[in-house]
């Protein structure tokens, strides 16, 4: 009878498993991370609401960048509403009366009406941490069920309530975090 020669449980022991081969960090490439991860979501965008993205992001504080500005944008427009619902409470409505197409509500926030070049956008995506995409749908939602407004309106909506913010509140630049800075804007609209 012939013995086999088992290997000594030691050399097992030495040799990488495969799901530790897989399971060990990698270095990952592209986008860096955030604190908290971005969703994609997809708006259509003029090439003028691009170019105010990035004009936005460059009034605010150096560490808010352009990513930045579409969660800031939403947390505008998301207290805004809030705001209005409150003011309405009494009267079971969501919006008030006369207010009775998307267009009337620029014109009860004072913004300027979107232009004809605005009306031609393209497809984009933006990035949106969880909180603000949940925000966005609520908003959308309200804004779908009561003037039939897509979700491209109403993100041209919140860009152009955060650009007048912007505007109103010069020392907004004293907040250098976008958690410091959406706190001021729910107390600013509460």
């Given at each position: 009878m012939s013995k086999k020669k088992e290997k000594p449980d030691h050399e097992a022991a030495q040799r990488p498993s495969t799901l530790a081969a897989l399971l060990r960090e990698k270095p990952k490439r592209g986008r860096p991370s955030h604190n908290v991860s971005r969703q994609n979501v997809y708006v259509a965008l003029a090439k003028s609401q691009k170019?105010?993205?990035?004009?936005l992001a460059g009034l605010l504080a150096e560490?808010?960048?352009r990513a930045d500005v579409p969660d800031l944008s939403i947390s505008v427009l998301s207290a805004r509403l809030e705001a209005l619902r409150r003011a309405v409470a009494d009267r079971n409505r969501e919006m008030p009366e006369g207010i009775t197409d998307i267009e009337s509500l620029y014109?009860?926030?004072?913004?300027?009406?979107p232009t004809a070049s605005e009306k031609d956008p393209s497809w984009t995506s933006i990035r949106v941490s969880p909180?603000?995409?949940i925000e966005l749908g609520r908003a959308h939602g309200t804004?779908?069920?009561?003037?039939?407004a897509n979700r491209s309106q109403t993100f041209?909506?919140?860009l152009s309530?955060?650009?007048?913010l912007i505007e109103d509140h010069p020392l907004i630049q004293q907040y250098t975090t976008v958690e410091e800075l959406?706190?001021?804007?729910?107390e600013l609209y509460s």
């Open positions: 170019k105010q993205m990035k004009q560490e808010i960048g014109l009860l926030w004072d913004l300027p009406l909180q603000q995409v804004l779908n069920a009561v003037f039939g041209s909506l919140a309530l955060l650009e007048q959406r706190k001021y804007i729910i």
